[in-house]
């Protein structure tokens, strides 16, 4: 069973605003990680946060962990319409068995 | 330097053909995955490998055979094809399990 859900299952923003998505897991983890997928392409590694961070920077994205509530936020910030594509969180609890949510389709309006 | 690649990038096949999908990684990387893609799901793994002449099954391995006798190559074979294994199939490799993953482009399989 897949591990990790997103929400909102789609978000549309406007050009410039940020785009914030979530994901909840059910067990523990090493880590999660999120990437991107382009309409027709394979999955882009984004970002990787450890067990025992709680929040990471990367460019224009910011992501949190909070491994009380078993959920993981990603930021996206000033949008650009090269950010329209989905996002997946993945969790990894050590097992060589990256489980991934389904994803948050992001449309960025020009 | 070309990653991960996956061959053929489409393929109709009908039910209770086999065929092998092929993926190849130039990285040099120990750990290899095929995922299966369905809309709303994410994806799911199917099988993976932790090296060399070591394989083991994911959550959905039902239909799929692997083997893995190069570091290099790790080809998905469908027995006997179901119009339920109609999806996307991707290959990910990376130098060691629950570290980032590099994807291929994926292949596309419509089963009749």
């Known amino acids: 069973s897949q591990q990790g859900e997103e929400d909102p299952q789609a978000l549309s923003i406007q050009e410039g605003e940020n785009a914030t998505m979530n994901c909840s897991y059910k067990?523990?983890?090493?880590?999660l990680q999120w990437y991107r997928q382009n309409s027709g392409r394979g999955l882009v590694h984004l970002i990787l946060?450890?067990?025992?961070?709680r929040e990471k920077h990367s460019g224009r994205l910011r992501v949190t962990l909070d491994t009380s509530k078993k959920s993981s936020s990603l930021l996206i910030t000033a949008s650009r319409a090269a950010d329209t594509a989905s996002y997946f969180c993945?969790?990894?609890?050590?097992?060589?068995?990256?489980?991934f949510g389904a994803g948050t389709t992001v449309t960025v309006r020009a | 330097n070309a990653g991960v690649t996956q061959t053929p990038k489409f393929q109709v096949l009908k039910t209770g053909q086999s065929m092998t999908l092929q993926c190849a990684q130039d990285?040099?990387?120990?750990?290899m995955s095929w995922y299966r893609q369905d809309p709303g799901m994410g994806l799911r793994l199917i099988h993976y490998?932790?090296?060399?002449?070591?394989?083991d099954q994911g959550e959905v391995p039902n239909g799929y055979n692997v083997s893995r006798s190069t570091t290099e190559d790790f080809p998905l074979r469908l027995l006997s094809a179901a119009p339920s294994q109609t999806s996307v199939y991707f290959c990910?490799?990376?130098?060691?399990?629950?570290?980032?993953?590099?994807f291929g482009d994926g292949t596309r399989l419509s089963i009749l």
């Open positions: 990910a490799s990376s130098y060691r399990g629950g570290v980032p993953q590099h």
């Open positions: 993945a969790t990894d609890a050590g097992d060589y068995k990256l489980s």
């Open positions: 490998s932790v090296g060399a002449g070591i394989t």
């Open positions: 990285m040099n990387h120990e750990y």
């Open positions: 067990t523990s983890i090493n880590n």
């Open positions: 946060i450890r067990s025992n961070e």
